[in-house]
């Protein structure tokens, strides 16, 4: 029973194939800006992809199209759902391919999902797309009527780890109250209230915690007043929220490794850049914001947390993940999952649709 998933990214295309719990392939296809410049709209992408994953196919012996009983992508920007598995019909591609409600990578993912299972005439689905949406109605609460807060969060890997943190603590998703930290070019922090994300910043538009690239939930008169004062167009203001926020900002760099190496030059006293108290203070007071992102959650449940989790490629840090870990620790045990693990979730989602264990659902416009 081998399942094929699909990951597309803004550059590249992440393809695996999994036998049950095995996987065969795991393979990143980079897409250089030249090729992708021909293209006007992310979706007039998707024939070029579709023939490039073809490719690589064909050129793998472990593909067995005969094998083959369905394929599952990435989800992309849809209306808000609940969690799980969703089948790729007409309502959903629709909806992804006039970007209905945002253009987006990730929307090719249902998309290419849908053309190569036709291709080898099996199922198509998504799971746990980001714009699952649990929240509670006292979350959405913005203190601006106009404005209701919206669950926009790294839903597949936070959903997949909660679930292997609640195996770890011999209980079911369904049983928890997880608090799960995904940490990587952007962060969501979000409240896992017995198998439903209640409350979760937007991390899309870079709420919460400054990250990586990220600016996080900004001093809102401050904010207010940069935008009156400075002539910068609407494109340059999402920047600076999303893509140019956070350490990049601050350091000019997304590159942790080379930030570490700075850090560990700074504390060894040996010639390193000589910023590098700075990187240091940098790196701790983005850990310090999440921290206190995670400990606010603690509020939801009054504080019955059964673990903290961290996950994302981030929580592969040593540094940073004890820098959180000493500070939220009290609030009981702490688990830590590196890693995005998509690929690994998407492929777990379609085989508990095919062995009858998860129900697929229908999306409706």
């Not at 920007?77 to 992804?96: C, F, I, Q, S, W």
Request: glycine share 10%; hydrophobic share 40%.
């Amino acid at each position: 029973m081998m399942v094929l998933v699909i990951n597309p990214g803004s550059t590249s295309t992440k393809l695996a194939l999994y036998s049950e719990a095995r996987e065969l392939i795991n393979e990143r296809i980079s897409h250089n800006t030249a090729e992708l410049a021909r293209f006007p709209t992310i979706i007039d992408q998707l024939e070029f992809r579709k023939q490039v994953i073809l490719g690589v196919l064909e050129q793998r012996p472990e593909f067995e199209p005969k094998g083959l009983y369905a394929v599952i992508g990435r989800g992309g920007l849809l209306h808000p759902l609940t969690g799980g598995v969703y089948r790729v019909n007409e309502a959903m591609k629709r909806d992804l391919e006039t970007a209905r409600y945002g253009a987006h990578a990730s929307n090719l993912g249902a998309l290419l999902a849908g053309l190569l299972a036709r291709e080898y005439a099996v199922e198509a689905f998504i799971a746990d797309p980001l714009v699952v949406d649990e929240m509670s109605p006292l979350a959405r609460y913005s203190g601006v009527p106009e404005i209701s807060r919206k669950s926009i969060f790294h839903a597949l890997n936070q959903k997949a780890t909660a679930r292997k943190a609640a195996v770890k603590l011999g209980k079911s998703y369904g049983e928890c109250n997880l608090i799960v930290a995904h940490l990587g070019g952007g962060t969501s922090v979000g409240i896992h209230e017995r198998g439903r994300v209640t409350d979760v910043n937007n991390a899309l538009d870079g709420d919460g915690p400054f990250s990586v690239e990220r600016a996080g939930g900004l001093p809102s008169g401050d904010w207010l007043r940069h935008i009156l004062t400075h002539s910068e167009n609407p494109q340059s203001l999402q920047k600076k929220l999303t893509g140019q926020g956070g350490i990049v900002a601050y350091l000019g760099t997304n590159d942790v490794q080379l930030i570490e190496q700075e850090i560990q030059a700074h504390l060894s006293q040996t010639v390193g850049h000589r910023d590098g108290g700075k990187y240091l203070e940098v790196i701790q007071a983005m850990c310090y914001q999440v921290a206190k992102e995670i400990c606010s959650l603690a509020a939801v449940v009054g504080g019955r947390i059964d673990a903290v989790v961290l996950t994302g490629g981030l929580a592969r840090g040593r540094r940073i993940v004890e820098e959180i870990q000493r500070r939220v620790s009290f609030l009981g045990p702490f688990l830590v999952f590196p890693g995005e693990n998509e690929m690994q979730a998407l492929a777990f989602a379609a085989i508990e649709v095919l062995q009858g264990r998860e129900t697929v659902q229908e999306y409706s416009s």
